[in-house]
């Protein structure tokens, strides 16, 4: 850690894990080379100003366009407002609360510029969730979409002395009232690299959210990583995609890259798999973020719009079955780019470009980080063993306060919790989730291996795969839980025809020993498959 600090509050310093507990942090290129003292504002925004790009479109919205200018000058007079009117000091973490809006980016930047820590959370998040972070990460300050303010206020009212503002609303007291007559300008604080810049929570994948700290250092980080090296996006491209800022994919996807490199960003409040598809047919949008289930929802209705702009997809949130990105180069001609990152790494650390995918294949190692796949004892092993995933590079896990932390890093090693494998070539091919490997009859079975078998059959809209505990041979049982097409009829006849498609794809035993028909699966808000409450209600 530097010694310099921009941080008046030092909650999140004082809150880091020991430092003995940290990954290895990997600086060896020279785009990883930063100096010890900058914003990560200074360089996403005002360097656009400075460069004569202030006039160029900068965020697109249903109803309105901005230029960089305009982002730059509201996210100043928001920062006025976060000093000024609510005493807001460098190092405060500051919660921000709507959907994906010209606003809310506004007010993340904001918050940069002060020198605070910015906390977006997801839209629909209600109060029992938001309590649990605002406790957690001590919060005090909040911006909030007036129309998701009710559940904010429950989440508050044991704080007493927590102050929240309202955006998207014309009256007393809301920012866009309080900034009319606030300054364009804003000196942006100069914080350390290593200052907290956001703390980002886990989609709760597998029980109680996590806060991970990224510093500005990391910001930046992830900028010139899977950006620069896979994704290879032009200054004149329109980003969009379907994931909120509040989780780590979209922040990075739907606002960090574009600006980085001068281009413009669609903010859908809804990207819904229609709404989305509008919004590329309408806007021409060229750069597409969003999860597997969404592309294979597009791909049933792609027919009924012109998405002939779009030239990179990228997938990622949780793996992506082969049969989902063949399905979508079918109907379009794209490759979709896959790629695993997490909350805990900030985004993408392995993926391929469209010119060196191998279908299947989550990819490459992404320039400037490193992975490996080891064994239970940390030990690496020889290609095409599987394995733990354990990858490591300039980003890295820094969980708030929290024991796990020495769960998720070993050795100097992030352990996303995923089990893989590695080719002779140096592509990682995904098997499962740690925890949703299957052990059936001494056969190590993988869930998603069965799920992407049984969603090549055209009955299956969504599926998931658990194990669930057979009591007659005290071992476990392979499990589906399948949403079936809308003109399918749900019943043993249709089991049995699915049995025998999975058994003709992949090993007979592999195949699910009971399937139960539902008409939804559990998802965080995110998309991500909740496999953990399957697990937990085949155990009742």
């Known amino acids: 850690m530097t010694a310099f600090t921009a941080h008046v509050d030092s909650f999140t310093r004082d809150h880091l894990p020991p430092r003995a507990e940290w990954p290895d942090l990997i600086f060896t290129r020279p785009e990883f080379q930063y100096p010890e003292r900058f914003n990560c504002a200074s360089r996403l925004l005002d360097r656009h100003i400075i460069s004569g790009r202030a006039r160029r479109r900068c965020i697109v919205a249903p109803s309105m366009t901005w230029t960089y200018a305009d982002l730059f000058e509201r996210s100043n007079q928001i920062a006025h407002v976060l000093t000024d009117d609510l005493g807001v000091r460098p190092g405060n973490r500051v919660l921000l609360r709507g959907p994906n809006s010209p606003m809310l980016a506004a007010c993340w930047f904001a918050v940069m510029k002060v020198g605070a820590v910015a906390v977006t959370t997801m839209p629909l998040y209600r109060a029992s969730e938001l309590e649990y972070m605002i406790e957690k990460a001590q919060i005090r300050h909040a911006m909030c979409d007036a129309r998701f303010f009710t559940e904010l206020e429950r989440a508050t009212i044991p704080a007493r002395d927590f102050s929240t503002v309202r955006f998207g609303v014309d009256q007393d007291g809301a920012i866009e009232r309080r900034m009319q007559h606030k300054p364009k300008m804003f000196e942006t604080v100069e914080t350390s690299a290593e200052d907290v810049a956001l703390i980002g929570f886990t989609s709760g994948t597998t029980g109680k959210a996590k806060a991970t700290m990224h510093f500005h250092r990391d910001v930046l980080a992830i900028c010139d990583a899977f950006p620069k090296s896979v994704l290879r996006a032009s200054p004149d491209d329109l980003f969009c995609g379907s994931p909120p800022l509040g989780f780590t994919f979209g922040l990075g996807g739907l606002l960090l890259f574009p600006l980085d490199i001068g281009a413009a960003t669609l903010l859908l409040e809804k990207a819904t798999p229609e709404l989305l598809l509008e919004g590329i047919d309408r806007r021409r949008a060229s750069v597409v973020f969003t999860a597997p289930i969404a592309y294979r929802a597009m791909a049933a209705i792609r027919e009924n719009y012109d998405v002939s702009s779009l030239r990179k997809c990228v997938s990622a949130g949780e793996s992506l079955p082969l049969p989902i990105w063949q399905t979508w180069l079918e109907k379009t001609g794209l490759k979709i780019i896959d790629g695993i990152g997490g909350t805990e790494m900030l985004h993408i650390f392995i993926s391929s470009g469209e010119d060196r995918i191998k279908p299947g294949s989550t990819g490459e190692v992404v320039p400037g980080y490193e992975a490996r796949i080891v064994d239970d004892d ?129 090993a007979p035993y592999k195949a699910p020993r009971t399937i139960e028909f539902v008409s939804v699966l559990p998802r965080t808000e995110t998309g991500k498959l909740q496999r953990y409450m399957l697990r937990d209600q085949v155990k009742t």
């Open 378 to 506: 940390g030990q690496a092993v020889p290609a095409g063993t599987i394995g733990r995933l354990a990858v490591r590079g300039p980003t890295g896990c820094r969980y708030l306060d929290d024991p796990r932390q020495r769960q998720y890093v070993q050795h100097g090693w992030n352990f996303p919790g995923d089990t893989y494998r590695m080719d002779d070539e140096g592509y990682f091919w995904y098997v499962a989730r740690s925890d949703d490997m299957i052990i059936a009859s001494g056969y190590n079975i993988s869930g998603p291996e069965v799920e992407e078998a049984l969603l090549a059959h055209a009955d299956v809209k969504e599926c998931a795969v658990v194990g669930a505990p057979d009591p007659e041979r005290h071992t476990h049982i392979v499990k589906a839980f399948v949403v079936l097409d809308e003109n399918c009829v749900a019943g043993d006849e249709e089991a049995e025809v699915l049995q025998d498609f999975v058994k003709a794809r992949i």
